[in-house]
């Protein structure tokens, strides 16, 4: 059941509606009813959509006729009848579980308003616990027994060679610079991730998942150690055996929690270990990440929609540890008119080329400080340089940070504008219940053009949104 308001600001409201609608599946069918309360139109003869009671039916195609699924459907939508027809492709592993759609449908005539055919394409990425599913992965057997006759069993494999064949299924997945070892009765992996985008933790979970599954019983605990650019920020060490627990049981995991021991920096003495190979995996030389850039209006006098879109390519190659070359090149891909020069709407246009070009460094200085540094050109053709540095409050999860660039001085530019810099202190309570997830933050910045003032961001995190 959903109830649901469409078009409620903006110049663009045809379609102002209020509704209340219900869906029901049964089996392959599907039943939707509705009904909803439109403005009037302002051409006589004709209805707006949602404005009345509306419905549809929706029928799946069994599977196995053709990859993906298709659907059927044939709808009111209270102003003109439609049908037509949907496919959606099997979830992509290339694409982290995306599918693709195609979608055709056909209103029909009715009075003042004539019959079309339209079409639309779709992607649709899972976000969440769905991202697993749409995989469609399966679990690893369990049982030996499953497993090829020519495999040794596992009981017979020496440790180097469940070693080795961790290190090569964490290297099939996409991570770089892997050196596993041995430390006592702890196993050691060290891993560098570019993978797996959406949240570190994602990294960190699927190298403890496979490597506790690997070790034999006698080793006691995994230590992660994760590095960016060639250099530790993070080691987690938690019990293997409370790992597998919590793979295999779920739920909130107190053994887990109680082993679970983590460190910002360097928490390993990398000397200590027993390593498989000193040398580690491969590691990409040229890493490369586009990104849009959406400037845009929607709904003025002027237009619907007025927009400047750009992509931003940034490329990165590491060269010693802590420091890497970062290129962003900017290309303009689609203006709107009145985004054009002499437009309405100029100032959304979005410059191009060489946006920057700077050699970033990172030191950790001990566990609880981090500086970093860059040296360039900034702002497509201002030379400076920039900094920040962060210190992690001991005991705390609190955060103070120090910002700060100076670009050379370009015309128009105010007497000491090159001058930015920034000023806060991050407070992450230890709330229980709904306020958990909670951050304050509270500084003081001072900008390009010279102004300076104080600020106060709040931010509520639910998982990783």
């Given at each position: 059941m959903a109830l649901g308001v469409n078009d409620i600001?903006?110049?663009?409201?045809m379609f102002r509606a209020a509704y209340g609608v219900i869906t029901q599946p049964w089996g392959p069918w599907s039943?939707?009813?509705?009904v909803g309360k439109g403005r009037e139109t302002p051409l006589p003869g004709t209805r707006q959509p949602l404005d009345g009671v509306f419905g549809g039916v929706d029928y799946r195609l069994p599977?196995?006729?053709?990859p993906g699924s298709l659907t059927l459907s044939a709808e009111h939508d209270a102003r003109q009848a439609l049908a037509g027809a949907r496919w959606t492709s099997p979830a992509l592993p290339a694409l982290a579980g995306a599918r693709f759609s195609v979608t055709a449908h056909r209103t029909?005539?009715?009075?003042?308003?004539p019959g079309?055919?339209?079409m639309g394409f779709f992607l649709t990425l899972p976000f969440g616990e769905h991202v697993a599913a749409a995989g469609g992965t399966e679990a690893a057997p369990s049982s030996a027994a499953t497993a090829p006759a020519t495999a040794p069993s596992p009981a017979a494999e020496s440790e180097p060679a469940r070693l080795g064949r961790l290190q090569a299924a964490l290297v099939a997945l996409g991570l770089e610079r892997v050196r596993v070892g041995q430390m006592a009765r702890d196993w050691v992996v060290e891993y560098q991730n570019h993978r797996y985008g959406r949240h570190?933790?994602?990294a960190a979970g699927l190298v403890l998942g496979m490597a506790a599954q690997a070790a034999p019983p006698e080793v006691e605990r995994i230590v992660l150690s994760a590095l960016k650019a060639g250099q530790p920020v993070m080691t987690l060490s938690v019990s293997a055996q409370a790992w597998r627990d919590f793979v295999r049981d779920g739920g909130?995991?107190?053994a887990l929690q109680a082993s679970l021991q983590v460190q910002r920096g360097r928490g390993l003495d990398a000397r200590l270990v027993d390593w498989l190979s000193d040398t580690p995996g491969p590691a990409t030389l040229l890493q490369l990440r586009m990104t849009p850039h959406l400037a845009y209006t929607v709904g003025t006098e002027l237009g619907a929609f007025d927009h400047s879109l750009a992509l931003r390519v940034a490329a990165t190659v590491p060269l010693w540890q802590g420091a890497q070359v970062v290129a962003n090149v900017q290309q303009r891909v689609s203006v709107s008119e009145q985004a054009q020069p002499g437009g309405a709407f100029a100032s959304l246009r979005q410059p191009q080329g060489l946006q920057a070009l700077a050699l970033h460094q990172t030191l950790w200085l001990g566990q609880h400080a981090?500086?970093?540094g860059a040296v360039g050109v900034f702002e497509y053709d201002a030379q400076g340089m920039e900094g920040e540095a962060l210190l992690f409050v001991p005991g705390r999860d609190d955060v103070v940070r120090l910002r700060g660039r100076q670009l050379e001085r370009r015309p128009g530019m105010p007497v000491g504008g090159q001058l930015q810099q920034w000023a806060s202190y991050r407070w992450v309570p230890k709330f229980d219940g709904w306020a958990r997830g909670t951050w304050v933050e509270a500084g003081w910045q001072r900008y390009a053009d010279k102004s300076t003032g104080p600020m106060l961001t709040l931010s509520r995190w639910w998982g990783d949104f």
């Open positions: 600001a903006g110049g663009a409201t039943v939707t009813l509705g599977a196995g006729l053709l029909f005539e009715r009075g003042a308003m079309r055919t339209a570190e933790l994602d909130a995991g107190g981090v500086v970093g």
